[in-house]
């Protein structure tokens, strides 16, 4: 079993939708990071959290320690939206651990 | 904007060769990474490197990879004898203790 999980694998919307992706791990960690990778290939680091709640501009992340979860929400998706999320777990010992990604697809 | 920059972008190498993919981090970090992405699968972990020396590695980092940061900026990874299945992305990020993950634009690797 995956240290770290996302789902859904694939999710496609319409523009406009709130989107909603969602992360669960297995281990203990430090922190947790939300990602974003375009085509092409770069990663773009979107937020880190310990606990609670950030925002920033459309998007939300959450992580809920106890239940060892994390969601990442997308108001007003938009096609540029349009990436791969990935989520990565810090370990107490520091690596980045990933999960498999959520390819969304935005459609206008 | 701090970046972290890699070079080169792509790399095309002959089978059995040696290459070396480069990485500067941002220069107050202390914690680097470098991992891969083989086409159509998620990013996997290689080494992480804190304080110059290795401080984890994976199974996929055999006697063949190594990591050194030789003069404090550049960071570098050694393939030494490429073989078909190292194609792939490879990224280097640099983190600052509990704070937001950088990573570069990744070297795409293809072995032929």
């Known amino acids: 079993k995956n240290e770290v999980e996302q789902s859904p694998q694939n999710l496609t919307a319409q523009e406009g939708e709130f989107i909603t992706i969602n992360c669960s791990y297995s281990v203990g960690i430090s922190a947790l990071h939300w990602l974003q990778q375009h085509p092409g290939g770069g990663i773009v680091s979107l937020f880190m959290?310990?606990?609670g709640k950030k925002k920033h501009g459309r998007l939300i992340a959450t992580i809920n320690i106890q239940e060892k979860h994390s969601s990442l929400h997308i108001t007003a998706s938009h096609p540029r939206d349009s990436a791969v999320y990935i989520c990565?777990?810090?370990?107490?010992?520091?690596?980045?651990?990933f999960g498999q990604g959520t390819e969304l697809s935005v459609k206008p | 904007e701090p970046e972290v920059t890699q070079t080169p972008s792509h790399q095309v190498t002959q089978m059995g060769q040696e290459v070396i993919l480069r990485c500067v981090p941002i220069?107050?970090?202390?914690?680097f990474y470098w991992y891969r992405q083989i086409l159509g699968q998620k990013v996997e972990f290689l080494v992480s490197?804190?304080?110059?020396?290795?401080?984890?590695k994976s199974e996929i980092f055999d006697d063949q990879f190594s990591v050194e940061r030789p003069d404090g900026s550049n960071f570098t990874l050694k393939i030494r004898s490429t073989k078909l299945e190292d194609s792939a992305m490879y990224f280097c990020?640099?983190?600052?203790?509990?704070?937001?993950?950088?990573f570069g634009q990744g070297t795409r690797l293809t072995v032929v």
């Open positions: 990565a777990v810090r370990s107490e010992g520091g690596k980045l651990i």
């Open positions: 490197f804190y304080n110059n020396e290795i401080s984890e």
């Open positions: 220069s107050n970090h202390l914690y």
């Open positions: 959290l310990s606990s």
């Open positions: 990020a640099s983190i600052q203790a509990h704070l937001e993950a950088f």
